[in-house]
Nanobody
Framework: QVQLVESGGGLVQPGGSLRLSCAAS????????MAWYRQAPGKQRESVAS???????VYADSVKGRFTISRDNAKNTVYLQMNSLKPEDSAVYYC?????????WGQGTQVTVSS
């Protein structure tokens, strides 16, 4: 089993930055691919960024160039650095760990981009 706990969300003005963290415990973090998803009210949950166990990132077009996903296997933590935030980025952000036949979700952290 893997437990995921997100942190770092909050209220930020357009153009600002936040760094989200997802701390994993309970199993071997390094064997999992990791991803960040987000879900705004009334919308489908969408993938924002993912990173393989080896550290190769993939980004949604909507965040490419603004967000950076990274992981520190020694700390069992994945990060999402969010720069140049837009109101459209407002959502609950969820951390996801996945491998064949398994996936785990964190509880989510709220990000609100508003002036």
């Amino acid at each position: 089993q893997v437990q995921l706990v997100e942190s770092g969300g909050g209220l930020v003005q357009p153009g600002g930055s936040l760094r989200l963290s997802c701390a994993a415990s309970g199993s071997s973090f390094s064997i999992y691919n990791m991803a960040w998803y987000r879900q705004a009210p009334g919308k489908q949950r969408e993938s924002v960024a993912s990173i393989t166990r080896d550290g190769s990132p993939v980004y949604a077009d909507s965040v490419k160039g603004r967000f950076t996903i990274s992981r520190d296997n020694a700390k069992n933590t994945v990060y999402l650095q969010m720069n140049s935030l837009k109101p459209e980025d407002s959502a609950v952000y969820y951390c996801n760990a996945f491998r064949t036949l398994r996936e785990y979700w964190g509880q989510g952290t709220q990000v609100t981009v508003s002036s």
